[in-house]
């Protein structure tokens, strides 16, 4: 393995990200969390008021010998909505935005050259509206938020909004599941 490089996603309900990401080749470790808000340790319940700035995310731990920053974000770009402000879905709140939180110089080259090549090729109809934001404090989730879909995958919510999105990234990009 090479040097690993970390990126932070936010898109959506961090359950349906992690499900994802889970499955892609390259990425060592996954972790459910919060990111680029006030105050320390915020917990889901505070997020959820919409009121601490924070965005339910997730830390990606990956090889980029085996999977590249652009590879990285066009899955993303497929498994959620980039141009819904503040939320996915039926998730709404700013909590739900739409973004990235890059940790290099390079990965936000590579957000910003993505997001400028969505835009000119109109490719989702309506702008995006991803911010692109160097990491800034980053807490983890509560322990039963991390591993969730693994863990339920036939509750309502997994099933409904996480499942379509797995299947979608495993359609789509076969060639970077894990094997």
């Known amino acids: 393995m090479g040097d ?24 060592t470790d996954v972790e459910s969390g919060y990111s680029n808000g006030q105050g320390e340790r915020p917990s889901y319940e505070q997020v959820c008021t919409g009121r601490t700035g924070y965005n339910e995310v997730v830390k990606l731990t ?35 935005r739409s973004g990235i939180y890059y ?27 991803t911010e692109v934001q160097a990491l800034r404090n980053y807490w983890p989730a509560e322990d039963y938020h991390q591993d969730f879909f693994e863990r339920n995958p036939n509750q309502g919510y997994c099933m409904a909004v996480a499942a379509p999105k797995v299947a979608k990234f495993r359609k789509t990009f076969s060639d970077l599941m894990k094997r």
């Open 103 to 129: 940790t290099t110089p390079e990965q936000k080259q590579v957000a910003d050259d993505l997001l400028r090549a969505i835009g000119q090729d109109k490719l989702f109809g309506k702008p995006a509206v």
């Open 4 to 27: 690993l490089q970390t990126i932070v996603l936010g898109g959506g309900c961090f359950w349906c990200t992690e499900a994802v990401f889970k499955e892609v080749r390259g990425i």
């Open 62 to 96: 990956y090889d980029p010998a085996q999977i590249s920053t652009r590879q990285l974000l066009e899955i993303f770009f497929v498994v959620h909505d980039p141009t819904q402000r503040d939320g996915q879905g039926n998730d709404i709140g700013t909590q739900y």
